[in-house]
């Protein structure tokens, strides 16, 4: 077993992985890796080799991307969707599922936040 590792898209809020970081989880904001104003698909193949799930509120795109990955057969390390929420909103669902959820439990799956609600 193993903590989810966090990549968050350039669309949520870094200061949000300050925040897990303070709180034992490994998260880093795509700004802080030079991933900013990168194409969705290059923001998830460096999410899967980097061994991290992606966490966007680009649904429209990232439900693409796990789709297209499930039609490939090619693996990734968990694709988080959110609707736009209050930060503490958004802060308080991740925090339910990074408590129910280990890393190998997101491999290849698509998680809606809101369903952490």
């Known amino acids: 077993m193993f903590k989810p590792r966090l990549l968050l898209d350039e669309d949520v809020r870094s200061l949000l992985a300050d925040v897990l ?8 904001a795509a700004v802080e890796v030079g991933l900013a104003e990168t194409e969705d698909d ?7 080799g980097h ?3 992606v966490v ?7 439900v693409r991307l796990a789709e ?7 693996e990734h390390f968990g694709i988080i969707v959110s609707d ?22 997101l491999v290849n799956r698509l998680e809606w936040l809101q369903n952490y609600g």
Do not use: C
């Not at 970081?21 to 880093?28: E, L």
């Not at 966007?56 to 990232?62: E, L, P, Q, R």
């Not at 736009?84 to 439990?105: C, H, N, S, W, Y």
């Open 84 to 105: 736009r929420a209050p930060f503490r909103v958004i802060l308080a669902r991740l925090m339910r599922l990074l408590t129910q959820k280990e890393g190998e439990d």
């Open 51 to 53: 061994e991290r799930a």
């Open 68 to 74: 297209q990955y499930a039609e490939k057969g090619w």
């Open 56 to 62: 966007s509120h680009n649904t429209k795109d990232f």
């Open 42 to 48: 290059d923001v998830l193949d460096w999410a899967v």
């Open 21 to 28: 970081r303070q709180r034992g989880y490994d998260a880093v």
